[in-house]
């Protein structure tokens, strides 16, 4: 598969510079004006570019989603009758992010229930004081079913990307759309590009892939799965990727960014995440506005140290510092903090990637303030060419 990746990166290198397929050297051009020299030079940049995102396009289309599929793992698979609470404790003891949902009344998958929609349920039921003891009773169907929850906290919005100002960050984004009306997958054999444009398109963070055959569940891939197979097999492209991913125009900058502080409450900040249409957002301190860490909706620490239902929604109105100072993580965290420089190319962050396997990079400035986010999400966009769609 390296060899296959190598040989692409090969090809490209060919379509930059002749000499690499002939075996020879071209000589420098003798006279010409300093401005044709310098418009050839933004011309190479931009075939440069271009030839980097054609290589790992073609790479995408060229391999399935069986071949980022580890050789071992579990798969949990929740019917839509049991209760809720139960499928998230599940969820959590099993260390899974999602599980998809089968209604044997109709014998196919129906959904997927992830973590932060218990925790978004659980908000539901502290604005509208509902008796949380029933989560122990009520059907993941149940649920799914019920239209107040379902045309509130479990509507995704879609965020903002890229880096021009304008328009306040506290706005919600104009469209958003139910991951809980129907079910989308991929098959063992299809392509990469066509996963990661499902996982794009429909503004996913979990895509499973099934065999069709007998309806069985292989995995569930992310944006993190398909950037590190890309990684693993072109990080050593260099000439290809030693752009800035600031120049690139992958992530989100300036305006565009949301931040939230230390002192609120994680209700307001899951909120904020929630209309936003954010997994993750950048804590920053009130006055200096440095980096602190970062805040997943995925974040379950409120959840862990509570006795029950009830505790776990009084611990909404906990502040992110007290809870911050509660979670157990470390670099090797997916929502660790971890930071870069708008003068990072995209080649060092595929470096980095390689160490660490982050979810998002927190782009700073000289005084570590918050300027940009970068994503697993834009990165592999890019590649896509398709950032600018939802």
Request: proline share 3%.
């Amino acid at each position: 598969m390296e060899q296959q990746a190598l040989a692409i990166a090969q090809q490209a290198a060919a379509a930059l510079d002749p000499s690499v397929a002939s075996g020879t050297m071209t000589g420098p051009a003798v006279g010409g004006a300093s401005s044709s020299a310098s418009s050839a030079l933004l011309h190479e940049r931009e075939v440069v570019r271009s030839t980097g995102r054609g290589a790992i396009s073609q790479f995408l289309d060229s391999h399935t989603c069986f071949s980022v599929l580890r050789a071992s793992g579990k798969v949990v698979v929740f019917d839509t009758r049991i209760p809720i609470q139960l499928a998230f404790y599940a969820l959590v003891e099993h260390d899974m992010q999602a599980a998809p949902l089968w209604d044997p009344a109709a014998c196919q998958f129906v959904g997927l229930l992830t973590v932060t929609d218990f925790i978004d349920i659980l908000r539901y039921y502290r604005r509208t004081n509902a008796d949380v003891s029933t989560l122990a009773t009520r059907s993941i169907a149940d649920i799914l079913s019920d239209t107040n929850i379902l045309s509130s906290v479990l509507v995704r919005h879609i965020p903002r990307r890229g880096g021009a100002a304008g328009g306040s960050p506290n706005q919600p984004p104009t469209a958003a759309i139910s991951h809980h009306r129907t079910f989308l997958s991929a098959d063992a054999n299809t392509t990469l590009k066509h996963a990661c444009r499902l996982l794009h398109r429909h503004s996913l963070d979990f895509l499973p892939v099934i065999l069709p055959d007998d309806m069985r569940v292989l995995a569930t891939i992310t944006y993190t799965t398909i950037l590190e197979h890309l990684v693993t097999n072109f990080r050593e492209q260099r000439r290809l990727f030693d752009d800035t991913v600031y120049d690139l125009g992958i992530g989100t900058y300036h305006d565009n960014v949301v931040t939230v502080t230390s002192s609120q409450t994680l209700a307001d900040v899951l909120h904020t995440m929630h209309i936003n249409g954010l997994s993750a957002v950048p804590v920053v301190d009130e006055k200096t506005k440095k980096i602190l860490g970062v805040y997943s909706r995925s974040d379950i620490t409120f959840l862990a140290t509570a006795s029950d239902a009830e505790d776990a929604v009084a611990n909404l109105d906990l502040s992110l510092d007290v809870l911050m100072s509660q979670r157990r993580t470390d670099v090797t965290t997916p929502d660790a903090l971890h930071t870069c420089t708008v003068g990072h190319t995209l080649q060092s962050i595929f470096e980095y990637f390689a160490q660490w396997k982050f979810n998002r990079l927190i782009v700073v400035d000289d005084e570590e303030r918050v300027v940009g986010v970068v994503s697993a999400r834009d990165l592999v966009a890019y590649f896509l060419d398709e950032r600018g769609t939802s």
